[in-house]
């Protein structure tokens, strides 16, 4: 790495890139590349890669908690804070932002037709997804079956997320350890470079993490729906493997069916809207907390409730980002050298892909269709369409979308920007 760098031109950069930060983790990936490796030259390509191989083996967000091992890296941890912080805030602000304008003029036309173009947007952007990490996931027969049996078992078994992606990383790791004749060699590697306070550091964020969801019990009760929120948007942080796509169908399942907290419709809103902003697309969680909080009120819901739990969702969210970053980076080589953890990593990217499956034909099926029937008996519990009841407009927007994107391979946010546009027409004039 170069010499000492200015703390307040670390600060500037980080706050261009949480700023410039569109495009999902590969898009946040590759611009920090090209800022801190190629531009900036702040640290090498080696070290780079090596932070993005341990940030893929954490739960959460890969590209927050890039920044934030990079921030580490460069200034200790007041610079895995500042390079954290501004990576989510930006966008953190457009979601609280655009999620007063939802609640407050969703029933306009205009604002109505938005969303409905988005919609559309939203389904091609996931499909798109998909077919490029599973283009880079699948390279042989195991990764295939890996996929598939993830799909079966989200899709038509129900069996709960976490389950899943938890026996997709033991599977990869005995296999790995039956592949060995001999014991895993550990390669011996130079002690990580000291930064003073960063165990105290992941011993603050322990505590402020577990004081939050405790402290809302003892003060709310259980059954507050900032206590749910806290419980829920927890649990979800230590198991979100995977990146946001991975998640959001265990997210949209929870929230949608069983908290009833927001409809289908409103969860393909609400990602729709941290497609459109800068940062973490699981910034659409704090979506969920605003409009759970919202209907907390009943006949006076207040905005004012609403922030609180955006902004409680937002923290139980992110604040284990910090913790996984400041008790592992020190770490990181002896990590990167444990072979077998390296196939359990490839093994959760394989069901990942059948993750992602399944939340394109969740979407989906919410999307085109307006009914639809639930088979629950001989151990499948999975949902079917009413095709009687497809939904031609939005079936027809759809198309448009998937075309824009894979035929004339129009830029995802001239993408959704032309669906929105279509949405509002159509919506104005029928």
Request: net charge neutral; with cysteine.
């Amino acid at each position: 790495m170069p010499g000492p760098i200015p703390f307040l031109d670390a600060v500037a950069i980080w706050w261009r890139i949480g700023l410039l930060s569109f495009g999902g983790p590969a898009g946040q990936i590759a611009l920090m590349h090209r800022i801190l490796v190629e531009e900036k030259r702040w640290i090498d390509e080696t070290r780079f890669l090596h932070a993005l191989n341990y940030c893929m083996l954490l739960p959460g967000p890969e590209a927050q908690q890039l920044a934030t091992y990079i921030g580490w890296l460069l200034h200790g941890v007041r610079g895995g804070l500042v390079a954290g912080l501004l990576f989510i805030l930006p966008g953190a602000c457009a979601i609280l932002a655009l999620s007063w304008l939802y609640v407050l003029l969703g029933d306009l036309q205009v604002v109505e037709g938005l969303f409905f173009g988005m919609k559309a947007a939203v389904l091609a952007i996931v499909v798109q997804a998909l077919l490029r990490i599973g283009g880079r996931a699948l390279r042989g027969p195991l990764q295939v079956a890996l996929a598939v049996a993830g799909f079966v078992a989200l899709f038509a078994i129900a069996l709960p997320f976490p389950l899943v992606v938890l026996g997709a990383g033991v599977l990869g790791y005995i296999a790995a350890r039956l592949r060995q004749h001999e014991q895993l060699a550990v390669e011996a590697l130079p002690a990580p470079e000291r930064r003073p306070g960063t165990r105290r550091a992941a011993l603050v964020c322990l505590l402020l993490w577990l004081g939050t969801v405790l402290g809302l019990h003892l003060l709310l009760g259980p059954q507050s729906v900032f206590t749910q929120l806290a419980d829920f948007f927890s649990r979800m942080a230590v198991v979100t493997f995977g990146g946001a796509y991975s998640v959001l169908s265990y997210v949209a399942q929870q929230g949608v069916e069983q908290y009833q907290w927001l409809q289908p419709g409103e969860m393909l809103d609400g990602l729709g809207l941290a497609e459109t902003t800068p940062g973490p697309l699981i910034l659409v969680t704090q979506f969920v907390g605003f409009l759970a909080a919202w209907r907390d009120g009943g006949s006076e819901p207040s905005l004012l409730t609403a922030t609180l739990g955006a902004l409680l969702t937002t923290w139980v969210t992110f604040l284990p980002c910090f913790l996984w970053i400041f008790a592992g980076a020190p770490h990181v080589e002896r990590l990167r050298s444990q072979k077998a953890l390296s196939a359990a990593l490839a093994a959760i990217t394989a069901v990942v892909v059948g993750v992602i499956a399944n939340l394109a034909l969740w979407f989906a099926l919410n999307l085109l269709f307006r009914e639809t029937w639930r088979i629950a008996s001989f151990g499948l519990d999975m949902q079917l369409p009413v095709l009687a009841s497809v939904n031609l407009p939005e079936l027809g927007l759809s198309a448009i979308a998937f075309g824009l994107l894979f035929v004339l391979r129009l830029g995802m946010l001239s993408m959704l920007a032309v669906c929105a546009l279509l949405g509002m027409a159509w919506t104005l004039l029928v």
